[in-house]
């Protein structure tokens, strides 16, 4: 690192460092140790985790916890599902090639056995705190299920914190500045306005905590999935043509060690080890498996399984990344924009000159309604993240609405300033939180496969 740097070049250095080799090594090598350990349970559960998923089950409150299976489930995908499935999939597929979108999917594939880890292990060690409602997630986990405790303490401080910065960051600043830039572009609406708006909406959803936000998220998130969905499936469709040679685009570039061709920019080059980098920590960016935030949300669903849970909670990477993300790549792909866009033409401006091919200038309007309401629904999600992570810091709920109040404003500070360098401030607290995260998740793996493995002995009662 050289002396002469300014404060905001740091940060970039600190954050390519962060979500590095080693991060994504990290990330893709729990996923495929939890998976072999486990015997696949998790891909083998996945039809029955997708069944229960959307039975009548899921939406009842069965044994202790605030709401039911399936909204913490939709909590859980508010708070994942938003600019990473537009902008993170069009930005993978630039810089990286066609092929990345392959590798989002291979990490969202072993991503699923560490999020049905990290979040069976925060059902499992949650507690109630003193207002009644349920408190949990990977610090919890870390203070009462490492054996080393002075350890576990530290571990589950230092998720907190990190915790904390990745909400008002990532969780909430950049979204209400995506939400913003969207409207201003399409409707002319100023982003002081919007900034307002969200505020106030944010702040009269957030303050009835967990069960508010999940009523709106239950809500929301099916219906803004299947517009979206929607929408990109007509893309699709309407380029029908294109999508055999554009799958063979994807496959080539993402396994070929030679330099391919592809990306926006025309020239540049892509081999299988640059897809494989940008698919992967775009798919963590998108799904957040091995973040540890999805399991705070897990820890408020209502069960008498903790298992159980965590094969409905893991079900979040398949909706995310191998879903959602799979039909905005391939819309991208069939529409033939990677190779024809300019190199002005990045993120959101992709992924719009895509749906333009068949949609025409309603695409446009499209996609900036989805990055509104994607964006809208993440800032829902990881208020509670942030809340929950913040209550265990103070040691107290008394403070919670403090942090909802601040929450909320700084949404407004989000939706009127530049933000490049939260951006990157923001990117390092996600990144940071991956590490005691899957340090835990790592020390108790013996625990996740014997309780899996009981589960499957008693499965008569389950399945």
Known sequence: MQSNMTFEEIIYYI?????GPFTLVMLMGTGIYLSIRTGFLPWKRLPYALQITLSKEARTTKGEGDVSSFS?????????????????????????GPGALIWMIISACFGMSTMFAECMLSVKYREINESGEMSGGPMYTMR???????????LGWCFSLFAVFASFGIGNMTQANSIALALQETFQIPVEDTGLFVTIAALLIIVGGIKSISKVSSVVVPVMACFYMICALIVIMGNIENVPSGIIDMLVSAFSLEAVSGGAIGTVTS???EAARYGIARGVFSNEAGMGSSAITAAA????????????SMTGAFWDTIVVCTVTGLAIAASGVLETAGPEVVGTALTIQAFETVLGSAGGLFV????????FATILGWEYNGEKAFEYLVGTHKWNIVYRILFSYMAFVGATNSLELVWGM???????????????VLLL????VRDAKEFERGKSRYL
């Open 72 to 96: 913490a489930l939709t909590t859980t995908l508010a708070a994942t599902i938003g600019t990473g499935n537009i902008v993170g999939v069009a930005t993978a597929m630039v810089a990286g």
């Open 426 to 440: 923001s990117d390092i607290a996600n990144g940071l939180m991956v590490v005691p995260n899957l340090i835990c």
């Open 368 to 375: 900036s309604i989805g990055i509104t309401l994607f964006a």
């Open 144 to 154: 009462k299920g490492l054996k080393n405790k002075k350890l576990g303490k530290v």
């Open 15 to 19: 954050d390519d460092i962060v979500w």
């Open 445 to 448: 793996s013996n625990e996740v």
């Open 271 to 273: 081999s299988m080890l």
């Open 301 to 312: 669903a209502s069960t008498d399984s903790h298992v159980r849970q965590g094969y409905i």
